[in-house]
Structures are given as C-alpha cells and as structure tokens.
C-alpha cells in the first residue's frame, strides 16, 4: 500500500515537471528566458509576435505592449522582458487586472518582467510598460512564448523603442 503512494505521488512530481509552470515562469528564468521546462525549445520562427503600441516615447509615457499569435493560434505560457542590452528595465502593469497575466520580479528590479498566471489557452495578452525616470535609450522587449509544454520558442525580439 505504502509502495503505491509513493508511486503515484513519484508520477505526479514527474507529471508537474514535463507540464512546465503552469502558474507562471520561475525567477530562474530571468536571466536567460528559458522556462525550466524538460523539452529544448524551437529554433523555427516563432508563430507569435509582440506589438508596441509606440517605438518612439518621452521618459513619462508608457507602452502597451501585446502578445498575440501571427496567425489564429494560443498559447499557455510566456515571459516578457523590457531590456536595454542584457538588462531588464522599468515596470509593468496589468490593464484591467487581467487574471492570466501577473508580474514578476527579476533580481534586481521589481515588477520588472510579466508572466502567464495560469496554463488556460490565451489568444493575446496586453500589459503596460512604464520606463524608469530618467532612461534615454532604446529597449527592446524580449519575450518567451509556449504554445505547450513541448513547443516553445525562447528570447524573441520586439521591434525596439526609442526613448528621449
């Protein structure tokens, strides 16, 4: 008896590691992009794009910024990051409490980076990126986008964004 619960508790651990992070992209995946999922990711062109609402901003505006599939598709799970070079910069803010997104916190920042909330199917997602005070430079919003635990594509490049 004890010798079955313990294998079916094995098979639920294992279960949860090859389905990935279904409540969001762990802080480990900051730095590089790459979800801790068991699967290498694609190196085919991605099927999702990100839309900024402006590439070109004053210091005190803000950028919305959309996830979305190039043709009609979903995804489950994505991370999103505004850089200048290899640094996450600014804040997000999830318009309209938008239950399948939340905000994560990529050392040393806060609210520096999005994330998925859960593993529901999403066709698009939009959140706002607000620049820190004072940046004169150009970003760029790198993101990661899993259409299933299997199939994901790591670290794509928005259209950059000059700020003045």
């Known amino acids: 008896m004890l010798r079955s619960l313990l294998l079916a508790a094995g098979c639920l651990c294992l279960a949860h590691l090859v389905a990935g992070y279904g409540s969001g992209a762990p802080p480990e995946a900051c730095g590089d992009l790459v979800p801790q999922h068991p699967a290498k990711p694609k190196t085919t062109k991605s099927p999702y794009m990100i839309h900024v609402s402006k590439t ?13 599939p190039i043709k009609d598709d979903t995804f489950k799970g994505f991370l999103i990051q505004a850089r200048v070079g ?3 910069v600014g804040k997000f803010s999830i318009p309209n409490n938008n239950a399948d997104v939340k ?3 990529c050392s040393p920042g806060a609210q520096n ?22 940046l004169t430079e150009t970003v760029i919003f790198y993101y990661t986008v899993a259409k299933t635990g299997d199939e994901y594509w790591v670290a794509r490049k928005s259209r950059t964004v000059s700020i003045h």
Not at 56 to 68: A, F, P, Q, W
Not at 114 to 127: G, L, P, S
């Open 56 to 68: 070109r901003i004053k210091s005190n505006e803000t950028v919305d910024v959309t996830l979305k």
């Open 86 to 88: 290899s640094t996450p």
């Open 103 to 105: 905000l994560l916190d």
């Open 113 to 134: 980076a999005v994330t998925h909330a859960n593993a529901k199917d999403k066709r698009e997602i939009t959140v706002t990126w607000t620049p820190p005070p004072g």
